[in-house]
């Protein structure tokens, strides 16, 4: 089922929202980071220019650890809780430029220890940044699946180990992004476009 669920996606080639072409175009784990501490608990129509802002402030650990914590709030607003998202930036910029020399770290349990920073976007900093096998599950991941019948879960972070269990390791890097953009495009929380939807014939439709 897996394999021809993730072709059809493929095949469909749904329209991805102008934030989601940014991070797949990245390939340096520290604007992936900063990025997706950007886009926590808030669309990503905001995120997009937001984002764009704080790069023309600064790339690098090294420049945003110098970077005046206002400005850094007044380039991402109106992202949510931009002012507590500059200081979290700024100070886990500090930390990688004097504590890990320049350096993200590249395992899950080390970037967990960044304050704000969960299995989401560690996930998701592993398989962007660094290329590595890792599964990012957000809402649309958790949801999907979930609905499919694919897994039978209660929390991103379950869903996070089952698909581990059972997700062939191929998979792992690009699946979010497919999943992501098919629930931004068809199979949206509310009132899915089941009628449109290229993978309803594997669909359990458990909501």
């Not at 950007?38 to 690098?60: E, G, V, W």
């Amino acid at each position: 089922m897996i394999d021809e669920l993730v072709q059809k996606l493929k095949e469909a080639n749904q329209p991805k929202s102008e934030f989601v072409h940014l991070m797949d175009s990245f390939n340096d784990p520290y604007l992936v980071l900063i990025a997706c501490i950007l886009s926590l608990r808030t669309n990503d129509r905001t995120t997009y220019p937001a984002t764009l802002r704080m790069l023309a402030l600064a790339k690098t650990p090294q420049d945003m650890a110098k970077t005046d914590v206002n400005d850094l709030a007044k380039a991402i607003y109106p992202v949510g809780f931009y002012e507590n998202k500059a200081k979290q930036i700024i100070e886990l910029s500090r930390q990688i430029t004097e504590d890990l020399g320049g350096k993200v770290p590249d395992e899950i349990e080390d970037l967990c220890k960044f304050k704000g920073v969960g299995r989401k976007t560690a996930n998701l900093v592993l398989a962007r940044g660094f290329n590595k096998p890792a599964i990012c599950v957000d809402v649309h991941v958790h949801r999907i699946f979930n609905r499919l019948g694919y897994v039978s879960t209660k929390t991103p972070e379950e869903t996070e180990f089952a698909l581990r269990k059972k997700l062939p390791k191929k998979y792992w890097i690009d699946i979010n992004t497919l999943i992501v953009t098919h629930g931004q495009n068809v199979c949206k929380p509310i009132k899915p476009h089941c009628e449109i939807c290229p993978i309803n014939e594997y669909c359990a439709k458990k909501i």
